[in-house]
């Protein structure tokens, strides 16, 4: 998928960013501005689909951890973002991202001596129960191109005071097997109809893919998480739903799973013409 780097040149020299190169293995330019990222993907014909193809290394300089903002008026759950990067390769027609940025660049945050000291602290204070990365990205879409996860999940194995989320879409979970978790980690699977994954999630696992990772984690003592999340309404989607619950079980032990969470589809004013623009038949 990424066929050109970006480097931000304050991270230059940077151990986790000169391993990620190496192994994406596409052409690396270093800047010493982000506008010329931005630049380059505004540039596009479909900027939103040049942004998932453009990565950006660079520096998180705001905070690694902060608690979900939440919706005004609602109760919040009180989940922890772990802010590890921006964006996703995957391709949702109803994907927030594509109108959340501006405009969407794919990035991965490579200061992480900051994020480690951040994290411990967050652990130390016992502020966050639920701590999860796929809140602005996929949580393992980074898998072939950075350790961070493993070392995460391992990490969060050796405390008792919250448990870490990996949101997915996808089945990027071989490296997970024979880390000492210690039933720390959660492993979440966004699910869908068949037929809205096969129309309006491009590039994502299939629901049986999906399920047979779920069935893998769980040999390996790993705890479930699932989200239908957005419930699409559609002529018989109500079967749809139920055969897709009918095979969630038929997969995995309900005894491993800690959560199921159903979600609405999120309409941001400026994502109509985006997804008319991108997914006209959508």
Known sequence: MISRIFLDD??????????IIRRVG?????????????????????PRGAGKRILFLT??????????????????????????GAYCVLDCSYC????????????FFVNHADLWAQLEAALASGTFRRIG?????????????????????????????????????????????????RGRTILAWSLNTPAMIRTQERRTASLSARLAAAARVQGWGYRLAFHFDPILLYE???????KVI????????????????????????????????????S
């Open 10 to 19: 304050r991270v230059a020299g940077n151990p986790v960013a000169a391993d």
């Open 26 to 46: 596409a052409p690396a330019e270093t800047v010493s501005d982000a506008r010329a990222v931005y630049d380059a993907v505004a540039g596009a014909a479909d």
């Open 59 to 84: 520096a998180n300089r705001g905070p690694f951890i902060r608690k979900c903002p939440g919706t005004q008026h609602y109760t919040c759950c009180d989940y922890g973002i772990l802010h590890i």
């Open 96 to 107: 927030i991202l594509q109108s959340y940025f501006h405009p969407p660049v794919l990035q």
């Open 133 to 181: 990365t796929g809140e602005f990205t996929d949580s393992l879409i980074w898998e072939p191109w950075t350790d961070l996860t493993p070392l995460l999940v391992e990490r969060f194995g050796r405390q008792d005071r919250a448990a870490l989320e990996l949101k997915t879409k996808t089945t990027a979970v071989d490296r997970l097997e024979g880390l000492d978790h």
């Open 236 to 242: 018989g989607c109500e079967e749809d739903y139920r």
């Open 246 to 281: 009918d095979r969630l079980f038929d997969a995995v032990d309900p005894a491993a799973v800690a959560w199921i969470s159903l979600g609405t589809f999120r309409f941001m004013p400026d994502l109509k013409a985006v997804i008319a623009d991108r997914f006209p038949d």
